[in-house]
């Protein structure tokens, strides 16, 4: 089997995509045999050791800022792998280590630095830009978490198909699945909602790709009169959009919007699985993690038809385009049919049941096979 040495030193101490990614790839990859060997961040040793069922290597104190990271795998990391002597060096996220002499695998996430660059800070887009083509011009093999995604850089950024794998994320169903009434019941007290008031829910961070302002918008003009209206839950971690307070400003008094910030993994089913639907308006992923999860747990889901969130949802969601006007037309149908969410629900469980990350890490060791030989 082959050997692969996969650094885990970029993912950040609250687990959002990427470190799920990652937290389910390593004990998938070492169920189907793969002999991993993975290094992290000091902090992550305990949990690390659980996951891969065995010691880990750890970054020194350095790799604990984003710069220092980036200094140590293009310094430290080339001197672990000369030791350890994998087959292959797996970097889960964009980057790599350029004086490393082993096969690389790299997984490039999305596209949308390239499609869709105004969502992303001015710093960041360049920055990974330059990182996905080095590593499309340098690695054995790039993963990709959809065909959407493989396409698109194809088209913006010259990869050759050949040497890019697909490999769909998975969905964990110990910790996303329908909740229970007391699971919903402990959301509801943390957000303050009576057990009457329905809410609609997003998760993800409070960025400009995910579209949150036009989302409120939509979701005002969809509830304004309502003697019901739902509330509208924003979870997920601080980000940069600049329209977002302008938008929560102009919420009328009557309605009720919360921003609970960073949930822990063991609530988001209860937040996900209690909504009246999920609300998930990209503007542009590389595969979409949020609504698989939102199916598995039950949840209706109302999204965007930007790649590659269709490659996720199939027929079992409801597609808005991304504009204000068009989301609050979905909301309030939406709102309106309570059979259509019933029929969303069950379809989505029945879609989510065909991703797991087993399959995840069989396209991975596919990837890791090819770069080895």
Known sequence: MVRVLLDATAVPADRGGVGRYVDNLIPALVEIGVDLQ?????????HVRSLAGREPLVAPAIARSVAGRLLWEQTGLPALV????????HSPHYTQPLAVRRPLVVTLHDATFFTAAHVHKSIKGPFFRTATRLALRRAA?????????ADELVRVANADPHRLQVAHLGVDTSVFSPPSK???????????????????????????????????????AACEGRAD??????????????????????????????????LP??????????????????????????????????????????????????????????DAMSIGHAIAGLLDDPGRRGSLAAAGLHRAAEFSWTACARAHLAAYERAAS
Not at 82 to 89: F, H, I, L, S
Not at 191 to 213: C, D, Q, S, W
């Open 38 to 46: 993975v290094v992290c961040q000091p902090h992550d040793t305990a």
């Open 82 to 89: 000369r030791k350890a002597k994998p087959d292959v060096v």
């Open 141 to 149: 093999c790039c993963v990709v978490p959809s065909q959407a995604t």
């Open 182 to 220: 007391g699971a919903v019941a402990a959301v509801r007290e943390r957000l303050g909602l009576a057990r009457e008031h329905n809410y609609i829910a997003f998760l993800g961070t409070l960025e400009p790709r995910k579209n949150v302002p036009a989302l409120i918008r939509g979701w005002v």
């Open 229 to 262: 209206a739902p509330a509208l839950v924003l979870a997920g971690g601080s980000g940069w959009d600049a329209n977002l307070d302008a938008a929560i400003a102009a919420v009328p008094a009557g309605l009720t919007l919360l921003r609970p910030g960073y």
């Open 265 to 322: 993994l063991h609530e988001l089913a209860g937040l996900l699985g209690g909504a009246e639907f999920v609300a998930y308006p990209s503007l542009g992923e590389g595969f979409g993690l949020p609504v698989l999860e939102a199916m598995a747990c039950g949840a209706p889901v109302l999204t965007t038809r930007r790649p590659a969130l269709p490659e996720v949802g199939g027929d079992a969601v409801a597609y808005t385009e991304p």
